[in-house]
T-cell receptor, first 114, second 115 residues
Framework: GEDVEQSLFLSVREGDSSVINCTYT??????LYWYKQEPGAGLQLLTYIFSNMDMKQDQRLTVLLNKKDKHLSLRIADTQTGDSAIYFCAESIFPGGGADGLTFGKGTHLIIQP | NAGVTQTPKFRVLKTGQSMTLLCAQD?????MYWYRQDPGMGLRLIHYSVGEGTTAKGEVPDGYNVSRLKKQNFLLGLESAAPSQTSVYFC??????????????FGQGTRLTVV
């Protein structure tokens, strides 16, 4: 079945850039998402990328997609304490998940050092 | 708009008890989902629904039942709760139409503990 892999933890200094990586196995993946979960909260969509794109930038966020290697990354520039959260990579064939829902990675805990 | 609302937010059950988690969305979404989130496991799909009156099994359906009697509501039932069902449950909804900027909207979660 489909699989999405992420590192469990990433620690960065405040002000540095954070790069969270994700790999997926389903070559049919069309929509790739990054969700953010703050402590005790639900999931908030940060950004997404369509499989025919290589890069997407949205303010401090840059998403890079290497479709050949099935590798997705999220770069957060000038990391702030408010960025401390769990970041989930997710993929689906259909927008929003369609009939099969989204396949999630286990999540990466982003820890910010002062 | 309230978006996706889950009730209750917290619950403690004894083994063998039953309960129903309610999910309501006010965005007229066709698709609704129930996920569970466990430490180190990410989110896993329990059941989903592609429209009123229809439901289907996801990745981890055992021990759960669902119903979608109204388009805006998706209920998750535990008939006989087990400690293994201790988890955080998330409901989500999305449109069915193909689109460029379609996302799944998530509720705030229900933290369930079975003792």
């Amino acid at each position: 079945g489909e699989d999405v892999e992420q590192s469990l933890f990433l620690s960065v200094r405040e002000g540095d850039s954070s790069v969270i990586n994700c790999t997926y196995t389903d070559s049919s993946s069309t929509y790739l998402y990054w969700y953010k979960q703050e402590p005790g909260a639900g999931l908030q969509l940060l950004t997404y990328i369509f499989s025919n794109m290589d890069m997407k930038q949205d303010q401090r966020l840059t998403v890079l997609l290497n479709k050949k290697d099935k590798h997705l990354s999220l770069r957060i520039a000038d990391t702030q304490t408010g960025d401390s959260a769990i970041y989930f990579c997710a993929e689906s064939i259909f927008p929003g998940g369609g009939a099969d829902g989204l396949t999630f990675g286990k999540g990466t805990h982003l820890i910010i050092q002062p | 708009n309230a978006g996706v609302t889950q009730t209750p937010k917290f619950r403690v059950l004894k083994t063998g008890q039953s309960m129903t988690l309610l999910c309501a969305q006010d965005m007229n979404h066709e698709y609704m989902y129930w996920y569970r989130q466990d430490p180190g496991m990410g989110l896993r799909l329990i059941h989903y629904s592609v429209g009123e009156g229809t439901t289907a099994k996801g990745e981890v359906p055992d021990g759960y039942n669902v119903s979608r009697l109204k388009k805006q509501n998706f209920l998750l039932g535990l008939e006989s709760a087990a400690p293994s069902q201790t988890s955080v449950y998330f409901c989500a909804s999305s449109y069915s139409e193909q689109g460029w900027n379609t996302e799944a909207f998530f509720g705030q979660g229900t933290r369930l503990t079975v003792v």
